[in-house]
């Protein structure tokens, strides 16, 4: 869960940087000098960076950094679509694997 959380954040990363750049050169070109694709990179950006924080949860608390690998997978899509696809689904499965997944008990023996 911890190695896909983490290769899905770093692939968030890199696609809401190429988003970025497609917005900047859109925000170039356009009339009034403003793009949408701006923010919408940076969305994912932050939800990319809150999917690599829920990865980084994964020993202690892995309910909890599977419900955030998930929304940052579905928040992501939603951003920048195309662009994140790989992010989203690595985010999803490793968060529905930290949320379903079974919690080994420990005994402690005396």
Not at 23 to 45: E, R
Not at 82 to 89: N, P
Request: glycine share 16%; aromatic share 10%; hydrophobic share 60%.
């Amino acid at each position: 869960m911890f190695a896909m959380g983490l290769v899905a954040g770093i692939f968030g990363v890199i696609a809401s940087i190429i988003a970025l750049t497609v917005g900047g050169i859109d925000a170039a070109f356009s009339n009034d000098g403003t793009s949408s694709i701006l923010g919408l990179g940076l969305t994912a950006m932050i939800f990319s960076i809150l999917g690599i924080i829920g990865a980084a949860m994964s020993k202690p608390k892995p309910k909890v950094a599977g419900v955030l690998m998930v929304i940052s997978g579905i928040a992501g899509f939603i951003s920048i679509s195309f662009f994140y696809i790989l992010s989203a689904i690595l985010f999803i499965i490793g968060g529905f694997m930290g949320i379903l997944g079974k919690r080994e008990v420990q005994t402690k023996t005396a």
